[in-house]
């Protein structure tokens, strides 16, 4: 089976270089691994952008806990960067009922635990507005605020 990786949003600055972009307009955050489905709001939110004629970039479970390379790698954007948290709750994600820790994350391959943090809008808003001092967009498919 071929796939054209054109066929998704990009995700890394050799994607971006393969459309031939020159630059990025907006560029989304999300807590979830990247699925390009409509069950996944920074998919959603992330056509609906490009449908508008937009160059859309999205950055899927950015590591926060290291050099914070993901957070750059794609530079500053022409409008501004998104944040979706993803589609489930974090801290339901992350604990029981009991408040135990859970084991794993059904959103993120292999259901590997600890691919985002508690709370990652906060986080991730946090990260960007010490590297970049831009506009934000954070929310979901049901709202969207802006800081």
Known sequence: MDYNIQQWLPTTKKEVEQRGWKSIDVILFTGDAYV??????????GRLLESLGLNVAIVPQPNWQDDLRDFKKL????LFFGISPGCMDSMVNHYTAAKRRRSDDACTPGNRSG???????????KILKELFIHKIFFGSLHYLFFT
Do not use: C, E, L, Q
């Not at 390009?36 to 939110?45: K, L, T, Y």
């Not at 691919?115 to 808003?125: G, L």
């Open 36 to 45: 390009d489905h409509p069950s996944f709001g920074g998919a959603v939110i």
């Open 115 to 125: 691919a985002r943090p508690d709370m990652p809008t906060i986080v991730y808003t």
């Open 75 to 78: 530079g500053k954007p022409n």
